[in-house]
């Protein structure tokens, strides 16, 4: 959450969720690995279902105090947010010029 000023001198404010003109960056060098632990979550929990160990699965992927009634989904969601938000930049399009920066 910040500001940053454009080289058109407009000031791109960064202060809210869902900004229309904010996007993120994911490396073409970390794709691979990225996608690698999205299955690997997603095989890993799988696998509890199966063998009856869905609390034990959250108990290893978060902290002592994290819900353990939320939707499977949710906590993929959670897991694989955490991993992108570490690997991508931020990017803004200025709404004045057009030019995009980070
Ligand atoms: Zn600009």
Redesign the pocket.
């Known amino acids: 959450m910040s500001k940053l000023k454009?080289?058109?001198?407009?000031i791109i404010i960064d202060q809210a969720d869902n900004l229309k003109y904010k996007a993120y960056l994911l490396p073409d060098i970390v794709v691979d690995s990225v996608s690698n632990i999205f299955t690997t979550i997603i095989d890993s929990l799988i696998d509890a279902l199966d063998a009856g160990t869905r609390l034990e699965w959250i108990k290893n992927n978060f902290l002592p105090s994290y819900p353990k009634d939320l939707k499977n989904s949710s906590m993929i969601h959670d897991l694989i947010s955490d991993d992108l938000i570490e690997k991508s930049k931020d990017i803004f399009e200025?709404e004045?010029?057009?030019?995009v920066g980070y």
């Open positions: 454009c080289s058109c001198g407009h200025c004045k010029c057009g030019m």
